[in-house]
């Protein structure tokens, strides 16, 4: 399988990158979808500082 990078918020200012292998298409309605470009929002710096936005938080890393 195709390595696939992953930024992985572990815990509260605590990110690392993590190899996982890219998905593989088992289904007639599965798609890949390749991405060109990402972003990072006020959310994931609430994340990354806060652990959490409001009631909702960080659990186990994601």
């Known amino acids: 399988m195709t390595p696939n990078l992953s930024l992985v918020l572990n815990k509260i200012n605590d990110?690392?990158?993590e190899s996982y292998d890219a998905p593989e298409?088992?289904?007639p309605t599965d798609v890949?979808?390749?991405v060109k470009k990402t972003g990072?929002?006020?959310s994931d710096i609430h994340?990354?500082?806060y652990g959490a936005i409001e009631n909702?938080?960080?659990r186990s890393p994601f």
Do not use: A, D, P, R
């Open 15 to 17: 990110i690392t990158f």
């Open 25 to 27: 298409i088992t289904q």
């Open 32 to 34: 890949i979808v390749e």
């Open 40 to 42: 990072i929002c006020g």
């Open 47 to 49: 994340y990354y500082t």
């Open 56 to 58: 909702f938080g960080l």
